[in-house]
């Protein structure tokens, strides 16, 4: 019975946790804190989240063909897309979408200071007004076929617009005539936050380009870092910049000097649009339609 007993007293002790672990509690306690750390991070989603990252998915439109985004800047948080069949509106940053115009190719637009819209498009320039309406603007331009517009930060009646031969034209009465500025080749253009006339654009030929005189004269260019530029934007503090490109959307904070990729894929509209609480977040626009808000 004794040999019994001594048998059963000797497994026991072989099974025990080895002594040479009992003699380490830190490392007990280090592997706690991993477990219960790693725990947390799958409890709150921040494995893989789609939340944790800064540019995320938050539509897709009905329709593709995209050519132009606006954030309107009159503190209704509205956002506008020209496509080749009108303009689509959202009010909820960018979660929902309305038709707001049909039977127009948008190809720019920009807000005017009486809550009207300056469009353009093939062939035509004219205005939505606030009932929703459409008119043509008379005269139109001899090369009427407008690819890009823009409105001074400063002077709520001086515009400039970009035609599909690269000229840039500036108005000084909301529209409703055009001076020939610069025979370009412009493919972008963009207001600044530092003056009336301050510009900033792509030239065909020497990439990013400012100008403080409306376009007159212009610095000296820099390369950037996606091509085709389908999309310049401007912060309205003017600290930031925006680019999309055919290679993906890229900001910049200084001045156009280095860039980062925050959206890996061709993005066929871009704008900027203020937070209440004073930040900035940008909305990108596929070709094919997905929008991306980058916060």
């Not at 515009?159 to 610069?182: A, Q």
């Not at 409306?214 to 000296?220: F, K, V």
């Amino acid at each position: 019975m004794q040999r019994f007993y001594g048998s059963i007293r000797r497994a026991m002790t072989t099974a025990r946790t080895p002594r040479s672990l009992l003699r380490y509690p830190g490392l007990w306690l280090a592997l706690a804190v991993v477990i219960l750390v790693a725990l947390a991070f799958l409890v709150l989603g921040e494995f893989d989240s789609p939340d944790s990252s800064p540019t995320v998915l938050v539509a897709t439109l009905d329709t593709e063909d995209i050519h132009v985004a606006v954030g309107v800047e009159d503190g209704s948080d509205k956002l506008l897309v020209g496509h080749h069949d009108g303009l689509m509106a959202s009010t909820d940053n960018g979660r929902t979408w309305t038709g707001d115009l049909t039977g127009v190719d948008v190809m720019a637009l920009v807000p005017k200071a009486d809550h009207t819209l300056l469009l353009g498009g093939h062939g035509f320039i004219g205005e939505q007004r606030t009932d929703g309406t459409y008119l043509e603007l008379e005269p139109q331009l001899a090369d009427d076929d407008v690819h890009a517009l823009t409105r001074s930060r400063v002077d709520p009646d001086r515009f400039w617009l970009v035609t599909g031969e690269g000229v840039l034209y500036r108005s000084v009465d909301g529209g409703r005539s055009w001076v020939d500025i610069d025979d370009g080749p412009i493919v972008r253009v963009a207001s600044g936050a530092g003056g009336r006339d301050e510009l900033w654009a792509i030239d065909a030929f020497r990439g990013l380009v400012s100008s403080t005189d409306g376009g007159r004269t212009w610095s000296d260019g820099s390369d950037v870092p996606g091509s085709p530029v389908n999309a310049l934007a401007v912060s309205s503090d003017g600290a930031a910049l925006l680019l999309g490109t055919g290679m993906g959307a890229f900001l910049s904070d200084d001045a156009g000097q280095t860039w980062d990729l925050i959206l890996d894929e061709s993005v066929a509209a871009a704008t900027f649009e203020d937070n209440p609480d004073g930040s900035v977040v940008a909305f990108l626009v596929t070709p094919r339609g997905e929008v991306y808000r980058y916060h």
